[in-house]
């Protein structure tokens, strides 16, 4: 406000009432200069509530930028830009084969299956005949090999007679699964399922190598048949290992995005180190994972990877801490927070702990258990102090709490489940990670990536119970073709330690 003091001084000479008008509005401006700053300042409290949930903003999408494999929960698939580094640490002994390890190589037999001479006829020195001088030594080089291959048609001839006592007619019996004028043998449709299903050939594939490596014109309605026979002989297998699994002491669980008929589902995977299921549905959380009958009457030790629908089932649980040390790794180097560091070197520091205990064949002292409680309580108050919390104010408008940052979100779940993440100290029997169910479910990416999508649900049905049989089979170092040829003759391998839960 700018006050022009001449122009004051020459009405107020002698005019009183002029006075009081000015100072009236003198007031009046003072009063509405100060509602402009008044208005001005919300507007800058505004602005500056603004700042900072951009910067909160801005920091979330620069972490989200730096994310990888590496320090999040991201597939190594999207590790685009930076070829991600390895959670290893460096260890003292050098790469490669270790001093004293046997190795793997080819080995001589005692009697092969074939054997050529390659006789010395004449003498390369002066070139008289050997034919009659006896052998004075044998050097023998071994060449494993595969025959030229080809299919071996058997005919099958059942005999007709007819009693001449009763003129009964009377015909021989065919051997089981011999039930057509022509048809496929069970080596040939354990082939097609074992390259199907396990090594994830498309059916037009497997047809090219029937044709080139048979001479074999076969279809893809052949393929899809022997897929369902098999499947259909593991009905029985199917029910018991899915028993089996939900009264195991400990069940590892997983689940991801599954195509079928072009549709999103969702491909559950529940295991343990002998056993392995697959199931898909269309929906994800609890309604899934109900609807697939394992996890609703398990009550053993549940390993996931956090995904909450897990916590409604009544059962313990564990955390995979692979996933955890990702995000501490992903916190620590977005965020530059201490807390994190500090938790992932104490969660190592456990596992270390724990895995030389386990080979001393002891478990840890009270004290070591006190010890280690006590320094991941005071982590989670470092983490407190780096990430306090403060009043929200809720913009007009705007329903439910604020989000909070990543590192919050993080801190909260170790403050809210210590025993589930540290299960693996408690009792040695539950791991550190759930590697064993990703392993398990790994290749199923690899399939969605060469076929896209399952073009029927029942052969994503077929798909699911047959992987899981051969897993299970692999598991149990079983011969996986043999295996497949037992379901085929309607005898599967069913594990003994399916028998002894079921």
């Not at 051997?175 to 050939?201: A, C, D, R, T």
């Not at 997983?254 to 008929?261: A, C, L």
């Not at 909450?308 to 995000?327: S, T």
Request: charged residues 30%; proline residues 5%; hydrophobic residues 35%.
């Amino acid at each position: 406000m700018t006050i022009n003091c001449d122009s004051i001084r020459n009405k107020c000479v002698n005019n009183p009432e002029a006075i009081v008008v000015l100072i009236k509005d003198y007031e009046e401006t003072i009063a509405d200069e100060k509602a402009k700053n008044t208005i001005l300042e919300e507007q800058i409290r505004e602005l500056k509530e603004q700042n900072k949930v951009l910067e909160e903003k801005n920091r979330e999408l620069e972490a989200q930028c730096k994310q990888t494999s590496r320090n999040s929960s991201k597939p190594p698939s999207t590790d685009v830009f930076i070829k991600p580094k390895s959670q290893r640490k460096k260890g003292e002994r050098p790469v490669g084969g270790q001093t004293g390890h046997p190795g793997h190589t080819l080995e001589p037999v005692e009697n092969p299956d074939k054997k050529v001479p390659h006789k010395v006829k004449t003498c390369e020195g002066c070139g008289a005949s050997l034919e009659d001088v006896p052998v004075i030594d044998l050097e023998r080089r071994q060449v494993f090999d595969i025959p030229p291959q080809k299919v071996v048609v058997t005919e099958h001839q059942a005999e007709h007679k007819q009693c001449p006592q009763c003129g009964c007619h009377n015909r021989g019996k065919f051997p089981y699964g011999v039930e057509y004028p022509v048809q496929y043998g069970q080596g040939l449709k354990v082939l097609m399922v074992y390259l199907s299903v396990f090594q994830l050939i498309p059916y037009e594939r497997i047809c090219e190598f029937f044709s080139d490596v048979f001479g074999l014109s076969s279809s893809k309605a052949t393929i899809a048949k022997a897929i369902k026979n098999c499947n259909d002989n593991l009905a029985d297998y199917d029910e018991i290992v899915k028993q089996a699994l939900s009264r195991a002491p400990v069940l590892h669980v997983d689940e991801t995005g599954f195509r079928v008929t072009g549709d999103r589902r969702w491909l559950h995977v529940a295991s343990t180190a002998l056993m392995t299921w697959y199931g898909h549905h269309k929906i994800r959380g609890k309604c899934g994972t109900d609807a697939l009958q394992i996890l609703p009457d398990f009550k053993g030790t549940m390993v996931h990877d956090f995904w909450k629908a897990y916590f409604q089932y009544d059962c313990l649980h564990a955390i995979c801490n692979v996933h955890l040390l990702r995000e501490l790794t992903g916190i620590t180097e977005n965020f530059g927070q201490l807390w994190s560091e500090q938790m992932k070197e104490l969660t190592l520091e456990i596992k270390k702990e724990v895995d030389s205990a386990k080979l001393r064949l002891c478990l840890l002292s009270l004290n070591q258990i006190a010890d280690f409680e006590d320094r991941y309580a005071r982590i989670i108050e470092l983490g407190k102090q780096e990430n306090p919390v403060t009043e929200y104010v809720r913009p007009v408008g705007k329903r439910g709490r604020k989000k909070q940052s990543k590192a919050k979100n993080l801190l909260n779940r170790f403050e809210s489940y210590p025993t589930q993440i540290l299960a693996f100290m408690y009792d040695f029997s539950i791991p550190f990670d759930n590697n064993l169910v990703e392993r398990d479910i790994r290749m199923t990416k690899v399939q969605q990536k060469i076929s896209g999508t399952f073009r029927s649900e029942e052969g994503a049905d077929w798909f699911c119970r047959i992987r899981g049989y051969i897993s299970t089979v692999r598991k149990n170092d079983r011969p996986v073709l043999a295996s497949i040829k037992d379901a085929f003759e309607g005898k599967p391998f069913i594990p003994e330690v399916a028998l002894e839960y079921g």
